[in-house]
């Protein structure tokens, strides 16, 4: 089945350095690729989103490349901010050859960010 | 454009008992998933709800059910209240049919069961 491997955490940086968190999945079909942030007490928030091989998702600073022949998503950011601190988690959902969605996300475990200032 | 909302926040059952968890999706949005996220764990998918139909279940025994109404709110109901159902159960609203679907979620519903 589908799966997703976050590297192991927690990630504690100081303001200002580069971030890398990593993302591998395994997944028939064609899977679009996402990275949520979790704030503390709060639910998901999308961060970034790929559908395709080679796209490159951004928002606020980060971005992920979808990497096909990797099987890899990793997280970046060039200069981290004590805002930052949240946990991340990288997910996946697959379509059929038509277009279809199967439904599901299917997440990683998550990786927590704690950037000191 | 309203956001997804879930309610209640909190809640705390005993053993055995049974619970409904509520979701209102987000404007423009006829698809519902739940989610079960267990502490420092990622979610676990329970199940979708597209146009009032189920649309896919994850690995959850019956217990877990649900319902989406016209509006394409939604519920989520569990029986029999076991200690591990203690979770964040997350609700996400998305625009369903062909194409991309990012899923918008909600700020979760907090189980305690004792």
């Known amino acids: 089945g589908d799966s997703v491997t976050q590297m192991e955490g927690p990630v504690t940086l100081s303001e200002e350095a580069f971030l890398t968190i990593n993302c591998t999945y395994t997944?028939?079909?064609?899977?679009?690729l996402f990275w949520y942030v979790q704030y503390p007490g709060e639910g998901l928030q999308l961060l970034l989103k790929a559908t395709k091989a080679d796209d490159k998702g951004s928002n606020k600073g980060f971005e992920a490349t979808y990497r096909k022949e990797t099987t890899s998503f990793h997280l970046e950011k060039g200069s981290v901010q004590v805002s930052d601190s949240a946990v991340y988690f990288c997910?996946?959902?697959?379509?059929?050859?038509?277009?279809?969605?199967?439904?599901?996300?299917?997440f990683g475990q998550g990786t927590i960010l704690t950037v000191h200032p | 454009e309203t956001g997804v909302t879930q309610s209640p926040t909190h809640l705390i059952k005993t053993r055995g008992q049974q619970v409904t968890l509520r979701c209102s999706s987000q404007s423009g949005h006829n698809t519902v998933s739940w989610y079960q996220q267990a502490l420092g764990q990622g979610p676990q998918f329970i199940f979708q709800y597209y146009r009032e139909e189920e649309n896919g279940r994850g690995n959850f025994p019956p217990r877990f059910s649900g319902l989406q109404f016209p509006n394409y709110s939604s519920e989520l109901n569990v029986n029999a209240l076991e200690l591990d159902d203690s979770a964040l159960y997350l609700c996400?609203?998305?625009?369903?049919?062909?194409?991309?679907?990012?899923?918008?979620f909600g700020p979760g519903t907090r189980l305690l069961v004792l």
């Open positions: 996400a609203s998305s625009l369903g049919g062909r194409g991309q679907e990012t899923q918008y």
């Open positions: 997910a996946l959902t697959r379509f059929n050859a038509g277009g279809t969605s199967y439904g599901k996300l299917t």
């Open positions: 997944a028939t079909g064609y899977p679009s």
